[in-house]
Every structure is written in C-alpha cells, then in structure tokens.
C-alpha cells in the first residue's frame, strides 16, 4: 500500500511538470465519468514508464562522467522531425533520473496522436489542410516544448541563464502573438470539458498567474496544479469561450522562473509550485494522505513538487522521503 | 618557418590546401565527458598549444624544431604538459555544483623562459606559471644526496652546490587564483594589450582585473536589471582590443555587440548610442539599467529581415563568439548560421556574411527541440587576417577566403587521418538529387559538433577540437 502510494506519488510529481499531452490528467478530470477513463489511461502508461524506469541506471551524485545536467552524448544523433519524434529516452534519462524518460515518451506519445490526428509536421504544413490551423498548430507544439524546456531548466543542477532567457524570450514572443490572435485564453470550468485532449494544457503558471493577476474568479480550480487538464484552446474548433487572459500573469511567472534561477535555494524552486491543488493528485484513493518534499540535492534534480499538505512547511522535511522514494522506484 | 606569413599569397594563388598533420586523443567510440575538449588557444608564438577539457585538464601541446634530415614536414606537436587546472566544487549556499570544465584558456605574453596562461571555469579563474626545469643542485652541505636532512654539528667542510642537468621536467604551478567575483557563469577571459589587465565576462557583468591582485577586481559592465523578473537579455562573450588596452567588445544574446572605451566612464554599460553627452537618462525599456555616467559606445547591430523572422529569430541571432582580427580594423562575430565581419568604424551594418550551414534553417525546429540551437561556435581568424574559420555540424568545419570569396567545407575525421592527406571539400546536400559524395541534411550527425578552433598566429595550421579528438591541420607546402 504504501509502495503504491508513494510510487504513485513519485509519478505524479512528475507528469506535473510535463504538462504536454498529460492524458491522464486530461479533461476526462472535469467529470467523473471522465475521470475515471483518465485514470485507466494513466495506469497503463503508468505501468509502462515504471518498466521503462527500472531497466535505466540511475545518474549518480558527483559521478564524473554522467553529469545530470549535460546533455548525454548519445541522445543528439540524427536530425529528427520535431512533429514525429521524440528526444531519444536515454538522454532525458541521464539528464533527470527517471523524469524525463516520461517526458521523452509522453512527448512522443503526444505528438504521435497529434499526427495521426493532423498528419502534420513542425516544419512545414501538410498539403490539403489550410494554413491557419497548421501555423496555429506548430505555434502550439513550440510553446509546449519551450514551457518543458523551462520547467527542465529549473530542475537542472545549474541552469544555462543564457539558454533559458532565450527560450523565455521565445515563450514570451509567442504569447504575444498569441494574445494578439485573440487565441490566449483560459478556458472557464464549465466548458473546460469539451477542450480537446491534444491542446497544450495551460500551465499551472498560466492559471494561478491570472488568478491572482486579475482577481478574477473563474479559473478552473481554486490552486491549480502544474500540468493539469487543457483549460486553454487555441483555436479550437470547440469554441471554448473562456476570454480571461493570462498574459500579466504568465509574465509574472516567467519572471519568477528567473527569480528563482537567480536565488537557487531550495525553498525558492519551491516556491513557484506552492500553492498546487492538493487535491488535483487524487489519482486514486491510495494518493490520498501523501505529503510533498522538494529534493534539490546535486544528484537529484530540485523539481519541485508539492502535494496534500501545504507545501513549504512540510517540504524540507519530507526531502529524505522523497529521496529514498525515488532511489526505490530507479533502482528497482 | 618562422614568420612564414600565414595565408600570404604564393605565387600561384590565394586557394589554401589543407592537409592533415596529426591528431591527439583517444580512438574509441565511448567517449568520457571528462575528455571532450571544450577550448583550443594557440600562444602568441605559436610554439604552444593548449586545450581544456570538461574534467578540468589542461594539456599543453609543444611544437618540436624543426628536423634538419626531413625539411618537408613542418613542427609537429607533442604534449610538453598536462595538469589539473580546476576541481569541482560545491557552492553549499546555492546547493548547486560548481563544474571543473574548462572554459576559456588564454596565454599570457612570454616575458621570460616561463609561459604563464589564465584558465577559468565558471567561477574561478587561475593563472598557472609553466616552467621547464632541466638542472638540478647537487652537493648540498645541510642534505645529503637522498635527502635526509645532515646533523650541522657533523659538518666539517663546506662545498659549493653544482648544477648538473636532468631530463626536461615541465611543472605547472597556480600562481594565481581569482575567485568569488563572478555570480554567473564566466563565458569569457580576455588579456589586455597592456599586459597587466585582463577581463572576465559572465553573464551579466564583466570584471576588470590586475594579474597581481586577486583580492579586488573592478566592474567595469553591468547590465543586470534591478528587476530579474525583466531579464531579456544576457552577455555572451567578450574580448579586448589587440592594440587599444581601453577598448574592448562584448556581445549578447539578442545579437548587438557593444564596443566599449574605459577612458569615458568607469562603467560601460549605457545603452544608446543614439544619446549623445548629457544627463544620465533614465531608461524605461524593459531591461532596466541603474543610472550611469555617460560612456563612448558603439552599438552593432544588424536590422533585421523582416521577410525572414521567425520564433527562431533571436535564438539564432544570439552571438556565441567574437573576435578582433590581428589589425584591429575589424571583428568577427559568429551566430548560430552565420559569421560576420565588422568594420569597427560601421556600427549599422557587417561588412561581410559568411553563411556557415544554411540548410540549417528550416530544421531550426529539430534544433531547437534536441537543445542543439544553443550550441555556441567558435570563430578565428587567420594570421594575415585573410581568411577565417568556425566549425558545425558532422565533424564539419568551413574556411573564408575573404579575398577570393571563396568557401570551403572540410571534416575532421578518422578517415582521412593519413599524414599530409589533402582534405576533400565535402559537400552537403540541401535537397533534390544527391550526388555521389555529398551527405544529405538528414544524415548529418549533430553528436559531433566542432565548436573550438583555433588558428596559429603566424602560419598556415590550424587546430580544431572534435568532442574528445584535436586535430592539427597544416597548409601543403608549397
């Protein structure tokens, strides 16, 4: 029981920074019906990852030649098409222990649907579909990709600033066009269920920054969780009406991605996911009771999840558990 | 050949033929991150070459005279010393580790039989005193020839110490250590002209220091903003002016590179060089800058093209290297496609764009998602100026004839590793028919990325560093 929880725990830690095609955590939450597939969904994969996860050695601390942080030699190898591949798993592997090998795959996985869907590549449009819907697309799949890239740049040991204020920059230049295009938006609950499952979920970033930005009531949950379900379409056929933007908001959560690369405390990486929904990790009734920890030792990467119990007070002191909880679930 | 005059025309023609003279490191497939190489310096002579690696090592390489029985073939390099430059550490207030990777190595002026290099990590930069001892004292009276220290009192004749010689022992000794001055990463080291000043750029700020002092260092450039929450921008590389030691130059991240004057301000970070003298403005863009003096700026930027803009834009824009041509005239800055040589007296425009792999461009997506468009290249110049170099992709790198405009793509690999082997041109293939010897975009392999190259100062040889390997290239004898 306990094994399952805190395995549990482990992987939701994780989908929370890989927002991009979380299906679990899709839209299928807003109901339960929905729900419920959601969750089938996400034990299989979850299954899946765990046997992907066991077969890979863990990084260790201070080990001279695998450095978490650099990119693994092994992992660039041929040009891939953006749209139709995915990073290679053993680096993402090497890279963060056991993290990024459920991003390489959702990654894929997500991409993969998302081509069978449009038959579409990242590069160039597919003859026979309009233009619009393609450009939208590829705009959609590049912010995606720069958010994880973000995201990742937190949980590495020591961040490139250069690297990451230029695909902050991208991020930024993107949702500007987006916000002129009309097609930033954050959907309101209601009609949140109808979002399709492949849109870039809106980051928890962009939920919590309206919220508090704008005062207004209508954000999906009362604390968001990173990752969570697609709240924002673009131009989706579902017309979703939500209309509260998110811009000031998002700015201010870059900016904070920035704060906390500047002050690399533990309590600072934390502070950027502290006020995630508790109850968002309710994957089933054995994560229920969980309690969060913020590990940011050199050989494990400083994600910074938060779970049940409100984060910061608990967070250092659960750091050990959750360490030895990763070290089980990597060297199994 | 001394003062051969590198890339000086011969008789026949400007064209360069490039052959391949040695190359350093180990054969296997399974590289060790410790010994991919991460900077190349050749010394103001040229006799000296050193290379740093991610473990923190620095191997110095010595060219050999010239043998009289075999005048064809030029000095070749042999290893004259290697020693650890750098430790990894551990910064227990940020709970982060510090990497013992070699950054940037620079050689100091040869003022005596020692040589003296800087070398810096992204923290701490060392000044290591290189020194040949081939002597040593014997018939000492307070020791005996092992060593065992003589009782004074037993002591009843006193002798002259002599001097025999010994085999060549190389020592590498830290002289200097230059430390907690820099809170970001150190991109750059560069010596003055003055020869007893250098500067260190991180990613904000660039420092301004005396080789004889290790407990101060000035700020001379800034450009944090008060607010991190409104960085957009960040220093990329920096570099003194060969002969002016109060200029220097610095690049960003969103491609404008800065040329500086230290006699103006004591800070040189102002903004516009559209502002001419007067008050202190205050800048309201989004990357705020603390009120300054004013300073003698030069801003370069090239406009950009609107046609061609893209999400890519300025990731590709940012500058990864620049350098000063030998003359001082000019400077060349490397972006992620291109190279571009500037006319110091032109802020508006470069003088020339070399395009180093434009069938990169409509891959930037891949790149972008496999991290290889953050790749910083590496650019030099020639001795005469006449032609410079940069490395890419597949173990590829590419020469400038800026006379002749001509360009060429030449490999460092295995394969055409036998001794003065001209190097074939190798051609990539954009699309369409590929031609026997040509590689197509999608084959090329981006694990193997040169991004460190370096040019003797004087002569036709250059060197360049192909993840773990140094190859030594020298020009065909004419």
């Known amino acids: 029981m306990i094994w399952r929880g805190t395995f549990s725990l482990f992987f939701v830690f994780f989908f929370n920074f890989f927002f991009q095609r979380l299906f679990i955590f899709g839209t299928e939450r807003e109901t339960e019906h929905e729900r419920g597939r959601g969750r089938e969904r996400g034990r299989h994969r979850i299954g899946n990852r765990l046997q992907a996860l066991s077969h890979q050695p863990r990084a260790r601390h201070g080990a001279r030649t695998h450095r978490p942080r650099d990119r693994d030699l092994a992992e660039?190898?041929?040009?891939?098409?953006?749209?139709?591949?995915?990073?290679?798993?053993?680096?993402?592997?090497?890279?963060?222990?056991?993290?990024?090998?459920?991003?390489?795959?959702m990654f894929a996985r997500g991409l993969k649907r998302k081509s069978s869907e449009d038959a579409e590549d990242a590069d160039g449009g597919v003859a026979g579909l309009p233009a619009a819907p393609s450009y939208t697309l590829q705009r959609q799949s590049?912010?995606?990709?720069?958010?994880?890239?973000?995201?990742?740049?937190?949980?590495?040991?020591?961040?490139?600033?250069?690297?990451?204020?230029?695909?902050?920059?991208?991020?930024?230049?993107?949702?500007?066009?987006?916000?002129?295009?009309g097609t930033w938006r954050v959907v309101a609950p209601q009609?949140?269920?109808?979002?399709?499952?492949?849109?870039?979920?809106?980051?928890?970033?962009?939920?919590?920054?309206?919220?508090?930005?704008?005062?207004?009531?209508?954000?999906?949950?009362?604390?968001?969780?990173?990752?969570?379900?697609?709240?924002?379409?673009?131009?989706?056929?579902?017309g979703l009406d939500g209309s509260r933007e998110g811009r000031g908001g998002f700015q201010k959560s870059l900016d904070h991605i920035f704060e906390t690369l500047e002050n690399k405390t533990p309590g600072s990486v934390e502070e950027l996911f502290s006020d995630v929904d508790s109850s968002y990790y309710d994957l089933d009734a054995v994560l229920t009771g969980m309690v969060g920890g913020a590990p940011t030792g050199p050989g494990l990467p400083a994600f910074a999840p938060t779970a049940a119990a409100p984060p910061s007070s608990t967070c250092r002191s659960d750091l050990g558990e959750l360490e030895h909880t990763v070290e089980i679930l990597v060297e199994t | 050949m001394a003062g051969a005059g590198g890339g000086g025309c011969p008789a026949g023609g400007n064209d360069l033929q490039w052959c391949f003279s040695q190359v350093k490191g180990a054969i296997d497939e399974d590289v060790a991150?410790?010994?991919?190489?991460?900077?190349?310096?050749?010394?103001?002579?040229?006799?000296?070459?050193?290379?740093?690696?991610?473990?923190?090592?620095?191997?110095?390489?010595?060219?050999?005279?010239?043998?009289?029985?075999?005048?064809?073939?030029?000095?070749?390099?042999?290893?004259?010393?290697?020693?650890?430059?750098?430790?990894?550490?551990?910064?227990?207030?940020?709970?982060?580790?510090?990497?013992e990777k070699i950054n940037k190595i620079r050689?100091?002026?040869?003022?005596?039989?020692?040589?003296?290099?800087?070398?810096?990590?992204?923290?701490?930069?060392?000044?290591?005193?290189?020194?040949?001892?081939?002597?040593?004292a014997e018939g000492y009276n307070l020791k005996d020839e092992d060593g065992r220290l003589r009782d004074p009192f037993r002591i009843t004749a006193l002798r002259v110490p002599i001097l025999k010689p010994m085999d060549l022992m190389v020592e590498a000794s830290p002289r200097r250590i230059f430390a907690n001055a820099h809170t970001y990463h150190i991109n750059s080291i560069s010596v003055n002209s003055d020869h007893e000043t250098y500067l260190s750029a991180d990613d904000l700020r660039i420092n301004l220091w005396h080789l004889e002092i290790t407990d101060r260092s000035f700020n001379i450039v800034d450009i944090k903003p008060v607010n991190m929450e409104e960085l957009t921008e960040v220093i990329t590389a920096a570099e003194f002016h060969p002969h002016q030691c109060n200029v220097f130059v610095y690049s960003s991240s969103k491609g404008t590179i800065r040329l500086c004057d230290m006699r103006s301000s004591a800070l040189c970070d102002r903004h516009s060089k559209l502002t001419g003298p007067g008050p202190p403005l205050e800048v309201s863009e989004a990357q705020k800058v603390k009120a300054r003096k004013l300073t003698d700026w030069k801003v370069?930027?090239?406009?950009?093209?609107?046609?061609?803009?893209?999400?890519?834009?300025?990731?590709?824009?940012?500058?990864?290297?620049?350098?000063?041509?030998?003359?001082?005239r000019y400077m060349m800055t490397r972006d992620y496609l291109s190279v571009k040589v500037w006319d110091l007296n032109m802020e508006s425009r470069p003088v020339e764009t070399h395009q180093v792999h434009e069938y990169l461009r409509s891959k930037l997506c891949s790149l972008y998602e496999n991290d290889c468009i953050f790749d910083k290249f590496e650019c030099c110049w020639g001795g005469s100026d006449s032609a410079i170099m940069t490395g890419s992709y597949n173990n590829f790198f590419r020469m400038f004839d800026r006379n002749t405009r001509r360009d060429v793509t030449l490999e460092a690999?295995?394969?055409?590793?036998?001794?003065?082997?001209?190097?074939?041109?190798?051609?990539v293939c954009t699309g369409g028919k590929r031609k026997k010897d040509e590689i197509s975009v999608d084959s090329l392999d981006f694990n193997k990325k040169i991004l460190h190259t370096a040019w003797h100062p004087a002569e036709n040889i250059i060197a360049v560093a192909a993840t773990n390997n140094l190859y030594i290239f020298q020009d065909k004898v004419n």
């Open chain 1, 142 to 181: 590049l912010l995606d990709m720069s958010l994880v890239k973000l995201q990742l740049c937190h949980m590495l040991v020591e961040p490139n600033l250069c690297r990451s204020v230029l695909i902050a920059n991208t991020v930024r230049q993107i949702q500007e066009e987006m916000t002129q295009d």
């Open chain 1, 76 to 105: 660039v190898g041929r040009l891939t098409d953006c749209a139709t591949q995915a990073p290679h798993p053993s680096r993402c592997l090497k890279r963060v222990p056991g993290v990024a090998v459920l991003q390489g795959r």
């Open chain 1, 191 to 238: 009609a949140a269920g109808r979002a399709p499952l492949d849109r870039l979920v809106s980051t928890e970033i962009l939920c919590r920054s309206g919220r508090e930005q704008e005062g207004e009531g209508d954000c999906p949950l009362p604390d968001p969780a990173p990752g969570q379900a697609p709240r924002r379409p673009q131009s989706s056929p579902w």
């Open chain 2, 300 to 328: 370069f930027e090239e406009p950009e093209d609107p046609s061609s803009r893209s999400f890519f834009s300025e990731i590709i824009s940012s500058i990864s290297d620049v350098r000063f041509s030998h003359s001082g």
């Open chain 2, 413 to 427: 690999s295995r394969e055409n590793s036998k001794p003065r082997a001209s190097l074939k041109p190798r051609k």
């Open chain 2, 33 to 99: 991150e410790a010994d991919i190489i991460s900077t190349v310096e050749f010394n103001y002579s040229g006799d000296l070459l050193a290379t740093g690696d991610k473990g923190g090592r620095v191997v110095i390489f010595q060219r050999e005279q010239e043998n009289k029985s075999r005048p064809h073939s030029r000095g070749e390099y042999n290893v004259y010393s290697t020693f650890q430059s750098h430790e990894p550490e551990f910064d227990y207030l940020k709970s982060l580790e510090i990497e």
């Open chain 2, 107 to 136: 050689w100091l002026p040869q003022q005596n039989a020692a040589h003296f290099l800087l070398s810096t990590n992204d923290k701490t930069i060392k000044l290591w005193k290189i020194s040949e001892r081939d002597k040593r």
